[in-house]
């Protein structure tokens, strides 16, 4: 019987053609035929809305999916972050490949703005509250794109800074010099990780690409996407999680902010790596009991 041929299915950014090559190496080296299908995602076109307004579950990730369901491609690889905490019926997560930086950094035109008045870029909830929690006094502003228009729109506006996520630099080598790690801001949950997904049905693709999987990854990575499942309940709202497996101990840390960044409700803690299953929502569930709960109501009625 002929083997068949995988079809990777990718957005056409250069971040994620990077991605889908990378996966593409490791299946070839494992002896597997492949090719990339790539396709353009809703939110990469719609470029004028900020994301939360779109109904954010799975912007990135729909056009993909559809792809599947309808047998034009057979696995997808995606930023990990964009992936929503529930995927459709029948496409299942089969291999997070080994992490990346996971940081945030902040790339600047000159740092002087840090002790006064300053305009920050991000288009993430969570980046923006974390940051106006620490710089009460400065604007955070609205940007779109994929990283390399990003880095465009910093040069052509008038503003200080914006903030990326290190890895995605790193990987298709545009990191500039005048950057800074924001090593106290907490990453979005799955920050660095890809991971790749494939169809229940497909039991050929999915063996060969569970094959990829690397299991301290994909353990802190499950840590963190269940703190925020449980924590979100489907509702887009400013969240930092990371989990790190060092000697076999699991070390969690975790937040929930309000939009503004006035209040911040964060959890620190360590446990066996064993012992991870049900980790992430019993963290949440700490935060939720502490006024969490009050503050996704509040976050759900200032983002209608």
Not at 78 to 98: N, Y
Not at 235 to 255: K, R, S, Y
Request: charged fraction near 25%; charge should be neutral.
């Amino acid at each position: 019987m002929e083997m068949k041929t995988i079809r990777i299915g990718t957005r056409d950014s250069q971040l994620a053609l990077w991605q889908a090559h990378t996966v593409q190496s490791e299946l070839e080296a494992l002896g597997f035929k492949t090719e990339i299908v790539s396709v353009k995602s809703t939110g990469d076109l719609l470029l004028n809305k900020p994301l939360y307004e779109l109904g954010i579950t799975g912007i990135f990730t729909k056009t993909l999916d559809v792809a599947m369901i309808n047998g034009n491609v057979d696995i997808a690889v995606h930023s990990m972050k964009d992936v929503p905490t529930r995927l459709p019926k029948g496409i299942i997560q089969t291999a997070v490949l080994p992490r990346a930086n996971t940081r945030d950094i902040l790339v600047y035109k000159e740092l002087d703005f840090l002790n006064g008045e300053g305009t920050v870029a991000t288009g993430s909830l969570r980046r923006q509250a974390q940051w106006l929690n620490k710089y009460p006094t400065h604007n955070v502003t609205d940007i779109r794109g994929n990283v390399n228009t990003r880095l465009k729109k910093l040069q052509d506006n008038p503003w200080n800074a914006a903030i990326f996520a290190k890895a995605g630099l790193e990987r298709i080598e545009v990191l500039p010099e005048n950057h800074i790690d924001l090593d106290w801001m907490i990453p979005a949950p799955a920050q660095g990780a890809m991971v790749v997904v494939t169809m229940e049905s497909d039991s050929f693709s999915t063996e060969a690409v569970q094959k990829l999987n690397h299991l301290p990854t994909e353990i802190c990575t499950h840590v963190e996407r269940e703190f925020l499942q449980v924590l979100e309940g489907g509702c887009t709202a400013p969240i930092g999680a990371l989990a790190t497996i060092v000697n076999d101990n699991l070390h969690f840390e975790g937040m929930l902010l309000s939009l503004d960044g006035k209040q911040k409700m964060a959890t620190k803690k360590t446990i066996p790596s064993k012992d991870y299953k049900g980790f992430g929502k019993a963290c949440a569930i700490e935060i939720l009991d502490r006024g969490g709960r009050e503050l996704m109501v509040k976050i759900k009625k200032e983002l209608a």
